[in-house]
């Protein structure tokens, strides 16, 4: 009796047992249904949020290559395009100069190189600043800064365009591996460095997460790369030994030319324009400015409608039989004769080689065709005069942007009543551009209309958005 009793006793402390333990069972996985879902659920929308929020300037980090020689006189380039306020990075130089913290409101922080001392540098007659300047990579992302998408460099002369560096970065998952640049427009050197590899001077663009994978590789790559040329190219060897290739963006422009860079400027692919470089062996933007006052001039264009900027558009004054060829922001060129589109396309070329000797040195990585040597067979050109916002207009829209152009110089060419040089000014009318390039989808170049002239000697044109089955021609 006694057994049966301690027996029942038994049975009910394990019936309170498990009757508890059901309880504590069923509570928890209420809470987990009902709460944690919850928690989970925000944290990964908010992870999600921050995974897929707009790229912006905050995002992205400058590495800025330079020297106590050359800052200078090259920091008013960065001055043009550098935001204080919006911005991060540095520029990096050999010594710290004098004059530093007198800039620091205006320009990047100053950042002094690391010791490159120990690496061999073997490349006969080049110079071994290319180690301390490759470095710049690894030495920006020591910086640590927090919330960064996207690491850029360049040279101290390459000229950036924000908005459009943005935009175009805007099409790419800054969460993956990303190396962005472009080739020369020389195609011997691209031959003799690599079609494989970002030139430095036109800058380049890599994810986070690759650049911190890349900045502690990097030394060990510079160990194995003495006999490379320039920082661009140890960059690429390190890439490559990570198994990362290039992906081409044409809106960064290396400018291995020298002269007039008119037909690059005039046939810009439908990329947005990220950068410039090599402006210094390369004539004024625009004639009779020196070439700062000419960059200040094409960045009163980039504030008003950057995405835009020397974007071509097409279109015909059917009553004159003229073409009519408009780089938004930069020139605008009119060609007395009827000409099929992918002629106009073509790049003039109005410059020379980087390289002397001919040959090779002479040959181009882009479509170009040849420049009439007498001027006045040339097409008439007039230069982007002022950018100004229009409440009104003749054109279709009823605001927008108004541009003007004007001849700059005079050619001493014969004019008669049916030539373009007879006009003295052309009216651009056109609507800003918001966002056209992001997301990496297909772009469509627009079209234009030739509009009643106000007068004999102004020509007025609008741009708009071609039809669903529009040619131009």
Known sequence: MQFLQLKHHSLSRFTIFIVISSVLCISYLLTSIFIFPNIKSADLSASSNAL???????????????????????????????????????????????????????????????????????????????????????????????????????????????????????KYDHGLWYYIGANSESVVQNKIHSYGMAFGGAGFAISYPLARVLAKVLDSCLHRYPHLYGSDARIQACLAELGVGLTHEPGFHQMDIRGSMHGFLASHPLQPLVSLHHLEALDPVFPQMTPLEALQHLFGAVRIDSERVVQQTVCYDRWFSWTVSVSWGYAVEIFPHHMFLLDVLRVQETYGPWREGGGINDVYAVDT???????????????????????????????GIMSSYRAMGEDNCTVDSVSPRKLKEIRVYSEKKENEFEGGGGRRRECCDVLGSSSGDVMEVAIRECGHQELIR
């Open 369 to 399: 065709v040849g420049y009439d040597p007498d001027r006045c067979r040339r097409p008439a050109v007039f230069f982007m005069h002022k950018v100004m916002y229009s409440s009104s207009s003749s054109s279709s829209s009823s605001s």
């Open 52 to 170: 897929s929020s707009k790229t912006s300037l905050a995002h992205i980090v400058f590495g800025i290559a330079s020297s106590e020689k050359s800052w200078g006189t090259r920091k008013d380039y960065v001055r043009l395009w550098w935001r204080p306020k919006e911005m991060r990075g540095c520029v990096f130089l050999d010594t710290y100069p004098p004059y530093a913290k007198m800039d620091q409101a205006e320009f990047p922080p100053v950042c002094l190189s690391g010791d490159t001392s120990h690496f061999r540098y073997t490349y006969r007659n080049g110079l071994r600043s290319a180690i301390r300047i490759a470095r710049v990579v690894s030495e920006t992302v020591w910086l640590n800064y927090t919330n960064v998408r996207w690491f850029v460099f360049g040279d101290d002369d390459t000229i950036f365009f924000p908005e459009n560096l943005v935009k175009m970065l805007c």
